[in-house]
């Protein structure tokens, strides 16, 4: 059963609190299909967010600073829901949470083979530290290390809404005003165009049809009511306006290193390159190389249009991340992307974005994309990888999929 993100059919899931004094602030939000991490975003305690799902049973599980967490199960059949995410304090054990199962892994440093999904566990946390939520998220989840339900090298596309073959995952939008403190704060209107919606994922305010009515503020935008840190969506798209002749090829640290230092070139401001790197030194994948294709406000402008109702400073770096397994035929059909051959990548080298504007608004988001698994053609066969095709309804609750293959042990490539 396909299932299109042109439908407006979704999940809309609130984050609330018992207790508001004990468990007041942002909260990290999971939602899951069993074992098999999804969507991972921060959402403050009376704020929401907006998934598109295929049909099944979900769970959201939830935690912040304050030890407040909690779980909910769900099923989605295809028409508009809402979904209320309780925190509690103190947070329950794990051995008893309300899920009944075991944990899917014990110790990020092990490989985990659970399901069918191939999740190398060994994140780069370097000199950034760990975010404190990953002990507590890690154990629940057979592919918490990776962006999403995860092959190596691409989302399992049977997992999502079909749509175009590019997962924009995580772009964050974050704004910047240095008005005076005497000055009243910006409002503005932020829409996602009706070119990108068609494939919207997700997103946190909700995007609704309406868009963000949004305050800026010093330390995030008032939307509803509720401050958030920033506006956040997922996407499908395609790879029609993206650049695919520079960048550089690495494995996990290196490859982090150079977007961050890319981020701290364009002048991204501290919170933002802070977010960026306590989740992507988690969901970005380990254990194979890869290279990224920095997309720019050229191609994002192009790509994934938005609309502001006044004019600002807009800096977008979305980092394209395609897998480079081996060389030769192997790699560029792993690869493959309207031909491209990752072997003949120019450098790419970060510069300086355009100063954020003294009095008026200033708009910074990053976001890394992936291949999806459903449309990744073998370039000798025309067909995708046997080993990622399944139908999302023989996804059960421990999260297997129909069609699996884990004889390839936790650090094999797809097999073409």
């Known amino acids: 059963m396909m299932v299109s993100l042109q439908g407006k059919a979704q999940v809309l899931v609130t984050v609330s609190a018992e207790d508001k004094s004990d468990c007041s602030g942002l909260t990290e939000v999971v939602l899951s299909r069993g074992e098999v991490f999804l969507f991972h975003t921060s959402i403050p305690v009376g704020g929401n967010a907006e998934f598109k799902l295929v049909p099944g049973k979900y769970q959201v599980r939830t935690f912040n600073e304050q030890l407040c967490s909690g779980f909910h199960e769900f099923e ?81 596309g049977p997992y999502y809404p079909s749509g175009g073959p590019i997962a924009m995952g995580k772009p964050n939008l974050y704004f910047q005003w240095e008005g005076k403190p005497s000055q009243k704060t910006p409002e503005i209107d932020v829409r996602l165009s009706n070119q990108t919606t068609k494939g919207l994922m997700a997103s946190s305010p909700a995007h609704l049809e309406k868009g963000w009515q949004v305050r800026v503020h010093q330390h995030g935008v008032e939307h509803g009511g509720v401050t958030y840190p920033y506006l956040f969506y997922d996407l499908r798209t395609t790879q029609q306006h993206l650049q695919l002749s520079s960048g550089f090829c690495g494995e ?65 770096s979305l980092f394209l991340v395609l897998p480079d397994f081996g060389k030769g035929p192997k790699r560029e059909s792993a690869a493959l992307l309207n031909g491209l051959d990752l072997g003949k990548l120019k450098s790419w080298k970060a510069e300086k974005a355009l100063p954020a504007a003294r009095d008026g608004i200033s708009a910074y988001e990053w976001g890394l994309a992936f291949l999806f698994s459903d449309q990744v053609p073998n370039a000798r066969t025309g067909r995708v990888p046997s080993a990622v095709v399944g139908e999302p309804e023989s996804v059960g609750s421990s999260g297997a999929s129909g069609v699996s293959d884990t004889s390839r042990g936790s650090n094999a490539p797809v097999s073409q």
């Open 252 to 316: 996990k640290e290196a490859l982090l290193k150079q977007m961050d230092a890319a981020l701290e070139t364009r002048r991204y401001p501290k919170g933002a390159i802070k977010d960026f790197r306590d989740y992507w030194s988690v969901h970005f994948p380990a254990g194979h190389r890869y290279c990224v294709l920095p997309q720019l406000e050229k191609e994002m402008n192009l790509s994934a249009p938005i609309e502001f109702s006044k004019d600002l400073t807009l800096v977008r």
């Open 76 to 156: 989605f059949k295809g028409e508009q829901i809402s979904v209320s995410a309780t925190l509690s304090r103190p947070a329950p054990d794990p051995k008893k949470d309300a899920s009944k199962r075991k944990p899917a892994n014990f110790g990020y440093m092990s490989p985990s083979i659970s399901a069918g999904i191939v999740a190398p566990q060994n994140p780069w946390f370097g000199m950034w530290g760990m975010p404190y939520w990953y002990p507590f998220y890690n154990p629940w989840y057979s592919n918490f290390n990776s962006p999403c339900a995860w092959y190596p090298g691409y989302c399992m």
